[in-house]
C-alpha cells in the first residue's frame, strides 16, 4: 500500500503570501494531523481532522487552516507568511479504529519563506 | 518545564554498543508512548510504541515505560551505523489527540 504522500515537496514563498500543502492518508485511513518542524526541534502540532471534522488545534495563529475532503485527504493553508514559517510541514495519517493512536508520516513539505 | 523532555546528546556510541534513549514527560495523563526515527533531510519514522508499564521489545529495540516516574526510555542494542539518526519521542494522552514531541537525540554510532 502507498504511504503518505504530500505535495509540493519544496516550496519558496516571500513574506505576506499565502500557502496551500496537501496530503493524502494512507488508504483506509481517515485521520490526518498537521505538524510543523522547526530545524532543531520536534514537530509542533498544528491540526488534526477526522471525518472532515476538526477534532483538535494546536496553539497556532489564525492564519493557519486546514480542512479535510469527503477523500480524507486534506490541505493546510497559511496566509499572510511569516519569515518564522519556514519549516518542514509534516503530515501524518492515524486508523481510528486501532487501539492505540499510532500516527504515520508523510515526506513532508520543506517551506521557506524570504 | 518542557511537556516532553529528552536527554539532550548529542549521544554517540561504538558499532555494536547498546545506546540508551531517554524521555520524560509531565502529563500524569499521558496514556501512550511512540518512538520516532528521523534520519536527516527526512520526515519521523515509527519505530515503536508502548502503553503499559515494562519492557516491550522489537528486535533490536527495547522501549522501557515507568508511569510512576514518568519516564520513557529506547535501548538500541548492537547499534549499527544505520541507526546515526535523530531519534524523537513523542507522548499522547490517550484517545485520538495530539502527539506532543521532545526535542529530539541525536545519536551517532561509529564504526
Known amino acids: 500500500d502507498a504511504g503518505v504522500t504530500q505535495s509540493p515537496t519544496h516550496l519558496i514563498k516571500t513574506r505576506g503570501q499565502h500557502v496551500t500543502l496537501r496530503c493524502s492518508p494512507i488508504?483506509?485511513?481517515?485521520?490526518v494531523s498537521w505538524y510543523q518542524q522547526v530545524l532543531g526541534q520536534g514537530p509542533q502540532f498544528i491540526f488534526q481532522y477526522y471525518e472532515k471534522e476538526e477534532r483538535g488545534r494546536g496553539n497556532f495563529p489564525d492564519r493557519f487552516s486546514a480542512r479535510q475532503f469527503p477523500n480524507y485527504s486534506s490541505e493546510l493553508n497559511v496566509n499572510a507568511l511569516l519569515l518564522g514559517d519556514s519549516a518542514l510541514y509534516l503530515c501524518?495519517?492515524?486508523?481510528?479504529?486501532?487501539?492505540?493512536?499510532?500516527?504515520?508520516f508523510g515526506p513532508g513539505t520543506r517551506l521557506t519563506v524570504l | 518545564q518542557k511537556e516532553v523532555e529528552q536527554n539532550s546528546g548529542p549521544l554517540s556510541v561504538p558499532e555494536g554498543a547498546i545506546a540508551s534513549l531517554n524521555c520524560t514527560y509531565s502529563d500524569r495523563g499521558s496514556q501512550s508512548f511512540f518512538w520516532y526515527r528521523q534520519y536527516s533531510g527526512k520526515s519521523p519514522e515509527l519505530i515503536m510504541f508502548i502503553y503499559s508499564n515494562g519492557d516491550k521489545e522489537d528486535g533490536r529495540f527495547t522501549a522501557q515505560l515507568n508511569k510512576a516516574s514518568q519516564y520513557v526510555s529506547l535501548l538500541i542494542r548492537d547499534s549499527q551505523p544505520s541507526d546515526s539518526a535523530t531519534y524523537l519521542c513523542?507522548?499522547?494522552?490517550?484517545?485520538?489527540?495530539?502527539?506532543?514531541f521532545g526535542q529530539g537525540t541525536i545519536l551517532t554510532v561509529h564504526p
Open positions: 488508504s483506509g485511513h481517515k485521520s
Open positions: 513523542a507522548v499522547n494522552r490517550g484517545g485520538y489527540g495530539k502527539l506532543t
Open positions: 501524518a495519517s492515524s486508523d481510528r479504529d486501532r487501539e492505540v493512536n499510532e500516527q504515520f
